[in-house]
């Protein structure tokens, strides 16, 4: 080998090196979590604008410098849906990203198996929009969930509808699912409790003329109807019911639903008189200046969805992972991380109607909803009364 080649072998060597000490460096001077959801599935428009959220909080984290110092990087994969892609994007995340958390997840059937494979390799998960009851009493190791539980969210539906009409019949509709069921349940129980009586009407999950059981439900003479479902079967069920000649209160338990759904399903109805809403995270028009930080991020780096309460909802599990990760210290690990999530408190300051905050026997913990009602001339959301706590003890 001559000398000049000897000389650019030992330089070419040299940068080669000081590239790969440069990235690792740089991956043990970052908090590295993880983020799994559906961006290419059947749900993809909900959970699309839950992670861009959520990557907005990122994004405005780092800008003011990280925590203490520390850039946060969010590896992302697509489940499509899919559990089996979802625990496969899971282990990846764990073994080649070597992540010390993840966040987000889907669907609640994607939930369970990434729970279980991730207890195995004791890596800390935070899911966020659905929920199940691996986070509730009595909690699973390493398994969290700032979402919305069906039993939960059917509950505090049953007790807020009572703002809109005082006993009376309710009739509960939703497609054939585990937590479609479950939801219902939960609202009949809360309905009889208050004195009004309650039926319902469930349809397939493939449905998309609801046309015959709108009239179904028109049939037994409602005061009010109760939808729980997400976007798509939103936007064919208010418009039939109105078809059907029923132009009574009808509440939207919001399971990814945004406030643009409601608008759209508004004008295909004809009128957006008598929508109400039901939520666990703040409107996207809530006026108070937590919900005004993400418009102004949203306006700031630009989302593909409009503004709406699923990216307040991503937002503030990004707020809960900030404060994670800087309980956890530097540097962080997954035992470590885990441990300070397991009594963590977190101030929302107005995201939802009081704190997210877990303990060792609660992975879930208290959740506030609210009632809103649509103003059909401003297009606009209108909260009707107060947030009402309610505990996840007894939903196991």
């Known amino acids: 080998m001559t000398t000049q080649l000897f000389r650019r072998s030992i330089v070419a060597a040299t940068a080669i090196a000081c590239v790969a000490g440069f990235a690792t460096a740089r991956a043990q001077d970052v908090y590295k979590i993880g983020y799994i959801t559906d961006l ?47 625990v496969a994007a899971a282990k990846k995340q764990t073994e080649r990203d070597q992540v010390v958390g993840i966040f987000g997840l889907s669907l609640s059937s994607t939930q369970g198996p990434v729970y279980a494979e991730m207890r195995k390799a004791g890596v800390p998960v935070v899911t966020t929009f659905s929920g199940i009851g691996d986070a509730l009493p009595p909690a699973q190791p390493f398994s969290y969930s700032t979402g919305v539980v069906f039993e939960i969210a059917g509950e505090a539906i049953g007790e807020l509808g009572q703002n809109i009409k005082k006993g009376g019949k309710v009739v509960g509709m939703t497609f054939d699912s585990v937590g ?19 039926d319902e009407v469930i349809f397939p999950i493939s449905t998309t003329d609801f046309t015959p059981f709108a009239q179904a439900v028109t049939e037994k003479k409602p005061d ?5 479902y997400g976007s798509g079967q939103n936007l064919g069920v208010i418009p039939a019911l109105r078809r059907s000649g ?80 800087k309980s956890c210290g530097w540097p962080c690990t997954r035992e470590k991380l885990d441990k300070t999530i397991q009594t963590l408190k977190v101030d929302m300051a107005g995201l939802t109607g009081g704190p997210i905050e877990m303990s060792a026997t609660d992975h879930y913990g208290p ?12 297009n606009a959301m209108e909260p009707k009364g107060a947030w009402v706590k309610k505990g996840a003890q007894g939903f196991k």
Do not use: C
Request: net charge positive; proline share 3%; glycine share 12%.
């Open 180 to 198: 479609g069921r479950a939801a219902l349940a939960h609202n009949k129980k809360a309905v009889e409790a208050a004195g009004g009586t309650w």
């Open 40 to 86: 290419s599935g059947p749900l993809a428009g909900s959970y699309t604008p839950t992670w861009e959220g959520f990557e907005l909080y990122i994004k405005t984290l780092n800008d003011r410098g990280g925590i203490n110092g520390k850039k946060v990087d969010v590896v992302l994969d697509d489940d499509g849906l899919k559990a089996d892609r979802a």
């Open 246 to 325: 029923y132009n009574g209160p009808y509440v939207v338990a919001n399971y990814g639903v945004t406030e643009d759904t409601i608008r759209q399903a508004a004008q295909r109805a004809g009128s957006g008189q008598n929508i109400f809403y039901v939520t666990r995270y703040s409107s996207s028009f809530d006026k108070n200046p937590s919900v005004g930080e993400v418009a102004a991020a949203q306006k700031k780096y630009g989302t593909s969805k409009p503004f709406s309460s699923m990216h307040v909802t991503g937002w503030a599990l990004g707020k809960f992972a900030e404060a994670a990760l």
């Open 367 to 378: 959740s506030y909803w609210r009632l809103y009602a649509w103003d059909a001339k401003d």
């Open 224 to 228: 009010v109807v109760v939808g729980h």
